[in-house]
């Protein structure tokens, strides 16, 4: 679709915008949010006709793009049959998407209990942990994000957590393994992973194991970095939460559907968890969903004791319908395996090409469409571009590098000292190219910074 200028249209939504619309995680008066005319594959558009290439798929969900015809027509479809129903009653698009998911999910997470979104999947799973094992702690690392909700910010380990934290939610964080700025002096990935578990081990012994419900991880942290965990470490999780009867958690909101070159992330590590939440690319964000996988274990708990929970719109038929559709549309175009290919083939390769040409980027992480760039004011001290939770004058270099790439038609996803390269799983190799060459550009505006 070739985008049509109309400014004036432009200036009545950024009017009704500011006047009426409160946005998240803002201070209101000094936020100016783009406004979007249309968007379609891996592109959207302002009202002024300026096209932009999608690195962020919104906020990392449009796995498959924009408007894909498909999805669109079977919301259509669903929306002329049934538009809502409660969840108390088997729903076809309900139970046909339960079956899809727990088709692909690993191991015995046979159960799907739908959520409005990842942030309720994440409170949900956590209540399932604590009545299972009747303990109250939950643990979980810093540099993580596991929604906005009072529970899930608070196991989230990242910032935004601080304004909500009473320290009375029963949660204790953990250092989790980030090589590249480890908080364990070590010179390997194997010691990382060894050092990391014993840390994690020492935290658990020392909290009381008998009182601790589960452990949650993001199978690869998004937001807060992309730090593909090294080879072992899932799996040593997994065998601490055997030794303590702790419930392992893993969150894939973000990095479930395709989004890592696997249906699910846990598969990279062969690693099941025995709750798994999900919501973003279940259904390329079309309509809200998000749910629970849950193990045998777990739902027989639950077989003859009423779960305490539930949400009016679980598993409401719109959002089912374009889940059902785009994992069928993800399997039927191939759009995991392309995630897995262009990300090793293209997407790798170009980024460490990047790297060499630029002093700002200090290291390169990631696995099929979900990767990330550490910038760097100095390589050899791994200075970051910009402190930890910058913001207004401290944050200058990174504004100017995103403006640089907006500027070139690039949307990126960045936080902190970083930028993520995170376009639709099924992005073509043509579109994907011009969005690094835009990037390449982008990171000349980064490298002024660096000493």
Known sequence: ?????????????????????????????????????????????????????????????????????????????????????????????????????????????????????????????????????????????????????????????????????????????????????????????????????????????????????????????????????????????????????????????????????????ADLFDVTPDLLTFAKGVNSGYVPLGGVAISGAIAETFGKRPYPGGLTYSGHPLACAAAVATINVMAEEGVVENAARLGADVVGPELRALAERHPSVGEVRGTGMFWALELVRDRETREPLVPYNAAGEANAPMAAFAAAAKKGGLWPFVNMNRTHVVPPCNIGEAELKEGLAALDAALSVADEHTR
């Open 1 to 265: 679709m070739t985008p049509q200028p109309n400014p004036e249209a432009g200036a009545a939504v950024k009017a009704a915008d500011r006047d009426h619309v409160f946005h998240s995680w803002s201070a209101q008066e000094l936020i100016d949010p783009l406004a979007v005319a249309g968007a379609e594959g891996s592109y959207f558009w302002d009202y002024d006709g300026r096209r932009y290439l999608d690195f962020s798929s919104g906020l990392v969900y449009t796995n498959i793009g924009y408007q894909h015809p498909k999805v669109v027509a079977a919301i259509q479809e669903q929306a002329a049959k049934m538009t809502t129903f409660a969840p108390a009653f088997a729903v076809e698009a309900r139970s046909e998407a339960a079956r899809l998911i727990a088709e692909r999910t690993p191991g015995d997470l046979d159960k799907i209990f739908f959520t409005n979104g990842g942030a309720d999947a994440v409170e949900h799973a956590i209540r399932m942990a604590r009545l299972h094992t009747g303990r109250p702690k939950v643990l979980s690392a810093y540099r993580s994000y596991h929604g906005g909700t009072q529970q899930a910010v608070n196991v989230t380990g990242d910032p935004r957590r601080w304004a909500s934290d009473s320290g009375t939610d029963g949660v204790v964080h953990f250092w989790a393994p980030y090589l590249y700025r480890s908080r364990f002096y070590a010179e390997t990935e194997e010691q990382e992973c060894a050092r990391a578990l014993e840390h994690l081990e020492t935290t658990i012994r020392f909290e009381g194991p008998s009182t601790i419900a589960a452990i949650i991880l993001e199978t690869v942290p998004g937001t807060a970095g992309i730090m593909v965990p090294p080879p072992g470490y899932l799996a040593g999780v997994r065998e601490l939460c055997d030794t303590y009867g702790i419930v392992f958690v893993l969150d894939e909101v973000m990095a479930g559907f395709g989004r890592t070159g696997e249906w699910f992330a």
